[in-house]
């Protein structure tokens, strides 16, 4: 017998007859002898529906009350869940993240999980129920609600399977695995059949949302047994794992991913001196601005071009925040661009393998894609590039490193 956390997203529970579905392959495996915790997610467009009803009473509500709002919809699909498994004869029991106690920090809307009480979970389980238990949502020190951020149920997902010791924990999604790239984008996007935790959690950051980051970090950090699966379909799914040396021949490239997240601001002609990327770039991280992507230029009469790259939210703050230093740092022109996109190609055999980023660029040449700004660590490349040409850039270079499926698989 094995213990198996399994995480139902958003489209999987998206209206009666899914959650009927999920409570069928739930029960197919307890008749297998295993015991299964179930972690939901709210039926799909839930989470936008309240967000968009609170903005209809205010832009900016509080965060607490934002928290008490959006984890509503979690807390509706287990009740409705543990009524379709009762409809089959089992033992289910509900529970919200503070009925289990998933003990958060107070970041209201990005809270992170500290601690899980696992008791009432074991009780639960030994006594032979199914234990369901809303994701995304946990409760503070002072008994208040917060959410874990947009995809969060992936990391209660992952958080309890820690905390019980699961043997594996299932995210069922509406793909049945991590693919090359978004399925949705590329039609020639392959399933993998497995991928290190360093490559998933690099993906998730770089934009491929099949996962939320938090979660790889902890599945990474507690080695936990990670699969993503298809709540529509039978299939192995994709497994994410540790790195195995002894495979010799890892693809220098796993994975593609891509965002239209970011925007850039570029500060062009600031006197070349030490401190002026930190007068330029302090204010902003002072602002709380997170800041992505940084290059800095000379040119030769002594002056140099600073470009960075921040969340689209967060463009209009930052540009003010530089007009307003640029003008006593001496800066000829601030410039602002918020139509670009970051495709990134990914992957652990990078490390062994040269020439892959010239391999990308003359790619990315040769369709007359000009690239704005380069980023690279050990096990990725990200290049910046306008909006517009994201797809075709995306496509290019799953081919140009051999991603394509081929007919016969
Ligand atoms: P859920 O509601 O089940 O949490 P999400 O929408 O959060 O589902 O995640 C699944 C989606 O992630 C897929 O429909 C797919 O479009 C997208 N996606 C992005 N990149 C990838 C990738 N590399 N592999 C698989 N899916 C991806
Ligand atoms: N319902 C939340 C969201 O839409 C959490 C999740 O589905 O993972 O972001
Ligand atoms: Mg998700």
Redesign the pocket.
């Known amino acids: 017998m094995s213990l198996i956390v399994q ?6 529970v998206g209206s009666v007859e899914r959650i009927e579905a999920v409570a069928d392959k739930v029960s197919g495996f307890v008749d297998a002898g295993h015991q299964v915790v179930v972690v939901v ?1 709210a039926m ?1 467009g839930q989470t936008n529906k309240l967000i968009a009803l609170a903005n209809e009473i205010m832009d900016t509500p509080t965060p607490r009350e934002m928290d008490v709002l959006v984890s509503t919809g979690e807390q509706v699909t287990t009740a409705l869940l543990a009524m379709a498994l009762h409809k089959r004869g089992r033992k289910a029991k509900s529970y919200n993240g503070s009925q289990v106690r998933i003990l958060t920090d107070d970041s209201h809307m990005k809270a992170r999980i500290r601690e899980i009480d696992d008791h009432k979970i074991r009780a639960d389980l030994d006594s032979g129920h199914v234990v369901i238990v809303a994701g995304f949502q946990g409760v503070d020190e002072n008994g208040n609600i917060t959410t874990l951020g947009r ?1 969060g ?2 990391t209660t997902g992952v958080a309890l399977a820690a905390a019980l010791k699961a043997d594996e924990c299932q ?5 049945d ?9 590329v039609d020639s ?1 392959r ?2 059949e497995k991928i290190t935790f360093e490559e998933m959690l690099e ?1 998730a950051s770089l ?6 980051i938090r979660s790889v970090e902890f599945a990474g950090k507690y080695k936990v047994p990670l699969r ?1 699966l298809s ?1 529509f379909k039978d299939g192995p799914g ?1 497994l994410i794992t540790v790195e195995d040396e002894s495979e010799m021949e890892a693809p220098a490239v796993a ?3 891509f965002n239209r997240d970011e925007a850039k601001v570029t500060v062009l002609g600031v006197p070349d001196e030490p401190g002026v990327a930190y007068n330029v770039l302090g204010p902003v991280s002072e602002a709380n601005i997170e800041v992505d992507v940084i290059v800095q230029n000379v040119a030769e009469d002594d002056t140099t071009d600073i470009t960075f790259t921040v969340h689209r939210n967060d463009l209009k703050r930052a540009e003010d925040i530089v007009r307003a230093s640029a003008q006593s740092l001496g800066a000829r022109e601030v410039k602002t661009d918020g139509k670009i996109a970051k495709v990134s190609i990914v992957g652990v055999g990078m490390r062994s393998h040269a020439g892959i980023a010239a391999t990308m660029f003359r790619a990315l040449s040769e369709v007359g894609v000009n690239i704005q700004l380069i980023t690279t660590s050990e096990i990725k490349i990200s290049v910046v590039i306008d909006e517009k040409f994201l797809e075709l850039a995306v496509r290019t270079l799953h081919s140009a490193f051999g991603l394509d499926s081929t007919d016969e698989e």
């Open positions: 995480k139902f997203g958003g489209t999987s997610s799909s995809g149920s992936d995210i069922y999604t509406d793909v695995g991590v693919y090359t790239t978004d399925p949705r984008v996007a399933r993998l993906m934009g491929s949302k099949v996962l939320q993503v709540s994709t994975g593609i991913a």
